[in-house]
Nanobody, 120 residues
Framework: QVQLVESGGGLVQAGGSLRLSCAASGSIFSINDMGWYRQAPGEQRELVATITRTGRTNYADSVKGRFTISRDNAKNTVYLQMNSLKPEDTAVYYC??????????????WGQGTQVTVSS
């Protein structure tokens, strides 16, 4: 089994910053892509940013230039640095990871989500 544990969410004023972390643990052989998604109330879950094992990144247009995704492969951890936050960034943020398990099975895992609230 694998667990993805997110941390770093909270309440921040518009223009402020937060850093989210997501650590994967368990019977992991290797991790391919990792990413962050978010879901606002009444909305569908949407992609925020993804990063490959070699560090290639992809961002939603709405966060380009404000958010930065990074990862530490030695720690099986992905980060999301969020700057210049806007009220419309308010959502539950979820990490996911494309993981090869120790038994060489393959699955995409999701974290439990962390709330980010940006006040105006």
């Amino acid at each position: 089994q694998v667990q993805l544990v997110e941390s770093g969410g909270g309440l921040v004023q518009a223009g402020g910053s937060l850093r989210l972390s997501c650590a994967a643990s368990g019977s992991i052989f290797s991790i391919n892509d990792m990413g962050w998604y978010r879901q606002a109330p009444g909305e569908q879950r949407e992609l925020v940013a993804t990063i490959t094992r070699t560090g290639r990144t992809n961002y939603a247009d709405s966060v380009k230039g404000r958010f930065t995704i990074s990862r530490d492969n030695a720690k099986n951890t992905v980060y999301l640095q969020m700057n210049s936050l806007k009220p419309e960034d308010t959502a539950v943020y979820y990490c996911n990871a494309d993981i090869w398990m120790s038994d060489l099975t393959h699955k995409i895992w999701w974290g439990q989500g962390t709330q980010v609230t940006v006040s105006s």
